[in-house]
């Protein structure tokens, strides 16, 4: 009678099943398997970087000087709405109501010469002297990384680790698509919805009616027939 002999993988199967297992997988917290591959965005994230530029201004009992205003209008030039650029200005004085009264002239300025209101900021803070106010421009831009530096084995997948370069061309296109970096700090604030006209087309849709705009002939746009 024929002894029966345990049964055994091949030793090729064996090690290859070893590798698969390996780098599909890693032993996580709790003794659960988690994937070690990062994803784009965490291995490089889409960052906003600021630049501060600060202007002193002495208070004057009679209002902003000359090169107070000149100042002023310096600034309004790169941070007004009209310009696109993506900056935040920070007015800050002590906590004298005279200094308090003072931010409020210079925040007063900027608004005059088209420098959004939603941009601006005014704060007190303790150790601001008292006749200084101080303007704080915060310039933002999206971060962009510099890719393809260095090279690597693209066939070395044994510990399943991403490559050095792996989502830094994707994070720094996105980066440079978008037009306000402060979106990556902050959303912006949902504008407020127009609940009449919201049930207006409500009830023009269950009637079965139009609920587009009625056509305004005034806007339409032809080619003229005549010769000159």
């Given amino acids: 009678m ?55 201004l002495r208070i004057n009992p009679n209002g902003l000087s000359g090169n107070q205003r000149t100042a002023l209008d310096q600034i309004a030039a790169k941070a007004g709405w009209t310009s696109g650029a993506p900056v935040d200005i920070e ?17 007063g300025y900027l608004i005059d010469h088209d420098v959004a209101e939603t941009s601006l900021s005014q704060l007190s803070q303790p150790g601001q002297p008292a006749d200084i106010v101080t303007v704080n421009i915060v310039n933002y831009r999206a971060r962009t990384y510099a890719c393809g530096q260095t090279w690597e ?34 959303p912006r604030t949902a504008t407020p919805i127009d609940a009449t006209r919201r049930s207006v087309v409500l009830d023009k849709y269950r009637k079965g009616d139009v ?3 009625a056509k305004d002939d005034n806007a339409k746009g032809t080619i003229s027939n005549a010769i000159n």
């Avoid at 049964?7 to 398997?33: E, I, S, V, W, Y």
């Avoid at 004085?93 to 925040?107: E, F, N, Y």
């Avoid at 510990?159 to 980066?175: K, M, P, W």
């Fill in 91 to 107: 007015i800050i004085t002590s906590g004298d109501p005279a200094a308090v009264a003072a931010g409020r002239t210079v925040g």
């Fill in 211 to 213: 609920t587009s705009s």
């Fill in 153 to 186: 084995n693209l066939a070395a997948t044994r510990d399943n680790t991403a490559y050095r370069n792996f989502g830094c061309a994707v994070s720094s296109n996105l980066a440079a698509q978008i037009a306000d970096p402060r979106d990556l700090q902050t």
């Fill in 2 to 56: 024929t002894a029966l002999r345990p049964f055994a993988l091949p030793l090729a199967a064996l090690m290859a099943l070893t590798a698969l297992t390996g780098c599909a997988a890693t032993p996580g917290k709790g003794g659960d398997m988690a994937l070690t591959a990062p994803t784009p965005t965490e291995q490089y994230p889409l960052q906003a970087q600021t630049l501060t530029r600060t202007v002193n």
